[in-house]
């Protein structure tokens, strides 16, 4: 009987009326209890300023440290860079392509080569070799930094229990919030940018060394004791090798995850790389070559990927390439010489030097400039409309958002009172019918849309994300929530917070419902599905920047440019989960229901769809991860809310600020995350009882 009255769920659904109870009441007596709708100044903690302090001590104990440091990574930087530099282009390209036939085979030689011909004839070859240098120093540190780490996680049971928050925060936390203290340390320069490519990069490192050593088989290990092998023997001739596929993975995404980072580079001091060669035709809403240089780090970071992923799954016999390493390294000597003196002494190395016949990105500032023109009447409307009555409503609700001016008519206090109480039937009736869980969830809902996410009562918002913690993973999980909504609130953050989750969240809802459809599509059909490989592909790699021009040039500088640019970067993630995830549904349970007259409609709501669920969770999940990332960028174009507060912390190199609004996003995130993994567990263990 007790644990009936207070089990689990029962709890939370008293937290979610206790909620629904309290924002009822504030929004009711909104004069009287003012306090509970807008946060006081006066209750904040300068916990911001605790922190510049913080690094002002550190800096002037720690400054010659970090300056020695600077000089240290910055040597090998200008050396390798200077390297590069004195290799004629013609001979790294056959370099490139040879190195590549021998991983890859002639498919991926004959990419690598005709990339570096658009690099050079795009006139980006010095910038691209600059970008390059910053990879090739960053990425050692990265990777071995994260090999260490991964292996102490994966030997001591306490250390990953340590580290694997840290490695979240590294993870989710917006370059642009590092960014500040490192240039606070260091001052501007390439080598903060290295440092904070480094940081980034560990994480998924780490992460694939622990996992490879976590699945090496005990059998192995066993046998390896039973031959008298100590366990530093052990690990380099049996762990090791066992785990090498998964660690070269991890190696891979490592390398995609400091190529990714060349934009933020150059913000505080590249060395003219093409980093910062998008960042400088961003500023001046160059679509053209901002997407030609966009281009140039998509077809890098495809070159890496390519190439590591076949160092990865490459037998250990030889590849393609029937040669001995003599006769290939003689070959490879032989084809480099040749190509150089052919382009040496004949017209095609001026032809190449001076690069292509016309500007493309002339014609493509052109064709956006004269598209945003001819269909200026089209854009305005799509972007009213959507502002009107999708985002409006999530943010300020609908007891603002209804006016003469946005719907056409006033909310009247009768139609108030109506809303009040249809909502309160709906909710008493799916408590009746269904559950009270999905009544009260349905109340929430309706004062949310009511009151909206900046206009919501403080008290009221963190009952309903403890509840939800609490309904997902227990008193750990509620207490993490509580924890970094409470910290929010003191710092003087609620409001951007709130702001920011109302963008990511109406962009999320679009993503869920139009990449969910897109998924099904792509599952459905090879042909869509091999349609949006590439487009998924390119919106993954190329940087998040040059999405941020053309939505600007259509769609002017708002929440609605914001809302799009969001869009373009998390929806990915929830296509290719949704895609895999039917695309794997057991053949036995397909042919169940088609045995008991399913239609295609039927079999997939009613058989696939719930079968794929836990799977789509978790890419819904992921692009929670990536609208969260976008907040800094989206600032760029008028969002507010964290973003911004992390890019005024930039702007006036205000640690503090930076740190928190940075950290406020990575708690956010680990919340949802975590939120998300203890529901799938939940779920995952009710079905196997």
């Not at 998964?246 to 590249?270: D, K």
């Not at 609490?470 to 709130?498: C, D, H, K, N, Q």
């Not at 002017?556 to 970067?569: N, P």
Request: charged share 10%; proline share 4%.
């Amino acid at each position: 009987m007790f644990e009936s009255i207070f089990s689990h769920r029962n709890t939370a659904i008293g937290l979610f009326l206790l909620a629904a109870l309290f924002a009822a009441l504030s929004l009711y007596l909104k004069d009287d209890l003012s306090w509970s709708v807008t946060y006081p100044v006066g209750w904040t903690l300068p916990l911001a300023d605790f922190i510049n302090l913080a690094m002002d001590e550190l800096l002037q104990v720690a400054a010659p440290f970090f300056r020695g440091l600077s000089d240290v990574l910055d040597w090998p930087m200008r050396r390798l860079q200077d390297a590069l530099h004195a290799v004629p282009w013609p001979v790294l390209t056959v370099i490139i392509a040879m190195a590549t036939f021998r991983v890859g085979g002639a498919k991926l030689a004959t990419f690598c080569a005709l990339s570096c011909l658009y690099i050079q004839m795009s006139g980006y070859w010095e910038e691209s070799l600059n970008s390059l240098t910053l990879v090739s120093v960053a990425l050692p540190i990265s990777a071995l930094t994260g090999f260490l780490i991964g292996t102490a996680m994966s030997k001591n049971k306490t250390a990953a229990r340590l580290l694997t928050p840290i490695l979240d925060v590294m993870q989710t936390t917006p370059a642009f919030a590092y960014l500040i203290p490192l240039i606070v340390l260091l001052g501007f320069g390439p080598v903060v940018g290295l440092i904070a490519s480094a940081i980034y990069a560990i994480p998924p490192m780490a992460r694939n060394v622990k996992l490879g050593l976590d699945l090496v088989p005990n059998d192995l290990r066993e046998v390896a004791a039973m031959t008298g092998c100590s366990p530093l023997t052990r690990f380099g001739l049996v762990d090791l090798p066992t785990a090498l596929p998964q660690i070269l993975v991890g190696l891979n995404q490592t390398i995609m995850a400091v190529l990714s980072m060349v934009v933020f580079a150059a913000i505080i001091g590249g060395f003219d790389d093409i980093g910062w060669e998008v960042l400088r035709s961003m500023r001046r809403a160059e679509f053209g070559d901002s997407l030609m240089a966009g281009i140039i780090i998509t077809l890098i970071a495809i070159m890496l990927d390519r190439t590591t992923r076949g160092m990865a799954t490459r037998s250990r016999q030889r590849a393609q390439l029937d040669l001995t390493t003599t006769r290939f390294i003689m070959v490879s000597l032989v084809a480099i010489f040749g190509m150089w003196g052919i382009l040496h002494f004949s017209a095609l190395q001026t032809l190449i030097s001076d690069g292509f016949l016309f500007d493309p990105s002339e014609y493509l500032d052109s064709m956006v400039a004269q598209l945003s023109v001819s269909i200026g009447a089209i854009t305005d409307a799509l972007k009213n409309n959507v502002v009107y009555y999708f985002l409006l409503p999530i943010r300020i609700g609908l007891e603002q958002t209804i006016s003469p001016y946005t719907w056409g008519f006033t909310f009247t206090p009768f139609m108030k009172t109506g809303y009040w109480v249809i909502l309160s039937l709906l909710a008493t009736f799916l408590a009746v019918k269904k559950n009270v869980l999905a009544g009260s969830l349905t109340t929430v809902i309706g004062l949310f849309v009511f009151a909206g996410t900046t206009g919501m009562p403080w008290p009221s918002t963190i009952l309903i994300a403890i509840a939800i913690g609490y309904w997902a993973g227990g008193v750990r999980i509620a207490a993490l929530w509580a924890v970094v909504l409470g910290v929010i609130l003191v710092s003087g953050l609620w409001e951007p917070a709130m702001f920011s989750i109302y963008i990511c969240m109406s962009a999320l809802l679009f993503c869920i419902v139009l990449g969910g459809a897109l998924g099904v599509l792509a599952a459905q059909s090879v042909s869509v599905s091999r349609l949006m490989r590439p487009i998924l592909d390119l919106l993954q790699t190329i940087p998040p920047f040059v999405l941020l021009i053309p939505v600007v040039m259509l769609f002017q500088i708002g929440d609605f440019s914001a809302f799009l640019a969001i869009i373009s970067y998390a929806i990915a993630p929830i296509i290719r989960y949704t895609e895999a995830a039917l695309r794997e549904v057991s053949l036995a349970k397909i042919e169940v229901g088609r045995s008991i007259g399913c239609t295609p409609m039927q079999l997939l709501f009613l058989v696939k769809l719930p079968a794929a669920q836990r799977r789509i969770a978790l890419g819904v999940n992921q692009s929670i991860m990536y609208a969260l990332a976008m907040l800094a960028v989206a600032a760029l174009v008028g969002s507010r809310g964290l973003g911004q507060e992390v890019y005024v912390a930039l702007g006036q190199a205000d640690a503090g600020l930076g740190i928190l609004a940075g950290g406020a996003i990575a708690a956010i995130a680990i919340c949802v995350d975590r939120t998300f993994v203890s529901a799938l567990v939940e779920k995952s263990s009710q079905s196997e009882r």
